[in-house]
């Protein structure tokens, strides 16, 4: 069963950073392969919204409030996706989710959640 785990959240000052990561991995050691990753995020009281996309090809895309502040970005083991979010917002305060398609030579390409990490913004 392939766990994807997000870390990097925390409490943070307007105008500060985190880098976020998601990583894919099984307990059996076997090979994982993240194909497309979306990092989406909810906050309390909204409905969950997309943040950036990380094609198969390496291409990344953003929504209009993640332009120009938020990078998404994977390593070239394809195990780990990173979401680098600079000049934070207060309203950036939600909870940040990896949805990936990811390949394991048993299962081969499913689509997975992680469990989420919190932003917080301070003002």
């Known amino acids: 069963q392939v766990q994807l785990v997000e870390s990097g959240g925390g409490l943070v000052q307007a105008g500060g950073n985190l880098k976020l990561r998601c990583d894919a991995s099984v307990r059996s050691a076997s090979i994982v392969r993240i194909n497309q990753a979306i990092w989406y995020r909810q906050a309390p009281g909204k409905q969950r919204e997309l943040v950036a996309t990380l094609s198969a090809s390496g291409h990344p895309d953003y929504s209009d409030y993640a332009k120009g502040r938020f990078t998404v970005s994977g390593d070239n083991g394809k195990t780990t996706v990173y979401l680098q979010m600079n000049s934070l917002r207060s309203e950036d305060t939600a909870v940040y989710y990896c949805?990936?398609?990811?390949?394991?030579?048993?299962?081969?390409?499913?689509?997975?959640w992680g469990q989420g990490t919190q932003v917080t913004v301070s003002s």
């Open positions: 949805n990936a398609d990811v390949w394991t030579p048993i299962a081969g390409t499913r689509n997975y």
